[in-house]
């Protein structure tokens, strides 16, 4: 023991700090408190890669002037697609599975909130045998081969 010299320091060596870590706030904040020149910057475009599709429906809202709302299916449509599915004797649900749609959407026609789509229209009247369009509304559906 005679020999330890007590003037030696014997350093061991620190890992070097990955670079994600050095990018966290704390690093950050430490490298601020410390004095040491800390660089910023955004990179272009960063957060903006949402894309918002347009729709039909929304470009048609665009080309309205003064009123902005879609056209809602009317009172005696929905009153006409109600008596007929009553007169089959079906529930809403049984409509919406026999024309492969979603029960709210029959919902929504019946209550008159339905924005009208002339596919779902016609698979209704098709469903129901009543014309819900044109001028002769509410009259039975021609079966198909005769005019």
């Known amino acids: 023991m005679a020999d330890s010299d007590w003037d030696t320091v014997t350093i061991l060596r620190k890992k070097p700090e990955k670079a994600s870590t050095l990018k966290t706030e704390q690093a950050v904040n430490k490298a601020r408190r410390a004095g040491a020149a800390v660089e910023t910057s955004t990179k272009f475009g960063a957060a903006s890669n949402r894309r918002n599709p347009t729709t039909l429906n929304t470009a048609r809202l665009d080309r309205e002037n003064e009123e902005l709302k879609h056209s809602k299916v009317t009172a005696d449509v929905s009153k006409l697609i109600m008596q007929g599915r009553q007169a089959k004797g079906w529930t ?13 959407v029959i919902q929504e026609y019946e209550q008159g909130k339905g924005v009208p789509n002339q596919q779902i229209l016609g698979k209704i009247e098709r469903a129901i045998g009543i014309r819900l369009r044109g001028k002769d509304k509410g009259t039975p559906l021609a079966p198909r081969g005769s005019k």
Request: glycine content about 0%; charged content about 30%; overall charge neutral.
């Open 92 to 104: 809403q649900k049984d409509l919406a599975t026999n024309i492969n749609e979603k029960p709210q």
